[in-house]
């Protein structure tokens, strides 16, 4: 089976920090994403990637970035964290576009 | 990308029973996929749907799709409380999915 690790399941960080969540899939995915879980809002998609190096916007990109140099890898980074980015942070990936997505296991942030 | 609505938002019921639980889209798809997200943990894919189909059985689960009235529906018949989870449907049209808020069910022993 496709496997999508999250580096970390929980995270505190600092208002301010640099923030890095990690994602690496382990079955040559073409397709990798990144959303956002919170209480009321359902899954918001942050950004997401077709292949290696390319990346798009997604419908709540301010305030991250990310980083795609391997295709088994693909990073979120919030340049510098603030409270309303608190929230679970969902990694996924797909053989391809129209194929069922593999999620990882999430990494609940909490910024102080 | 399209989104499904979910419906009913919650569901409640006795291990052993049916659960039915539908969702509605506004535009055409591909494909139409459902996936299970566990208290905390991320999304499972359960069972996709191609648009040129209109059942599809995996184990105790069957879909089924109506593109005319823009409409699917999961049943898991005989539930058990490891079921308890949200449910969510995911319209596809080649482009990223987007989730609605799900239904959540809760299935009691």
């Known amino acids: 089976d496709v496997k999508v690790t999250q580096s970390s399941r929980y995270l505190v960080k600092r208002t301010g920090e640099k923030v890095f969540l990690e994602c690496v899939q382990d079955m040559d995915h073409e397709n990798m994403f990144w959303y956002r879980q919170d209480p009321g809002l359902g899954l918001r998609l942050i950004y997401f990637?077709?292949?290696?190096?390319?990346?798009e916007k997604g419908d709540i990109p301010e305030g991250y970035s990310v980083s795609r140099e391997k295709k088994e890898r693909f990073s979120l980074i919030l340049e510098s964290a603030s409270t309303n980015q608190t929230s679970m942070y969902l990694c996924?990936?797909?053989?391809?576009?129209?194929?069922?997505?593999?999620f990882g296991s999430g990494t609940r942030l909490t910024v102080v | 990308s399209q989104q499904g609505e979910e419906d009913p938002q919650a569901l409640s019921i006795q291990e052993g029973e049916n659960a039915t639980m539908n969702c509605s889209y506004k535009?055409?798809?591909?494909?139409l996929q459902w996936y299970r997200q566990n208290s905390g943990r991320g999304l499972v894919h359960l069972i996709l749907?191609?648009?040129?189909?209109r059942e599809k059985h995996s184990g105790r689960l069957r879909v089924t799709l109506d593109t005319s009235k823009k409409s699917s529906s999961l049943l898991i018949t005989a539930s058990r409380a490891a079921d308890t989870a949200s449910y969510f449907c995911?319209?596809?049209?080649?482009?990223?999915?987007?989730f609605g808020k799900g239904t959540m069910l809760l299935v009691s022993p």
């Open positions: 535009t055409s798809i591909n494909n």
């Open positions: 990637s077709y292949d290696v190096k390319m990346k």
């Open positions: 995911a319209p596809s049209g080649y482009s990223t999915l987007t």
């Open positions: 749907i191609r648009s040129n189909e």
């Open positions: 996924a990936s797909s053989f391809r576009r129209g194929y069922g997505y593999t």
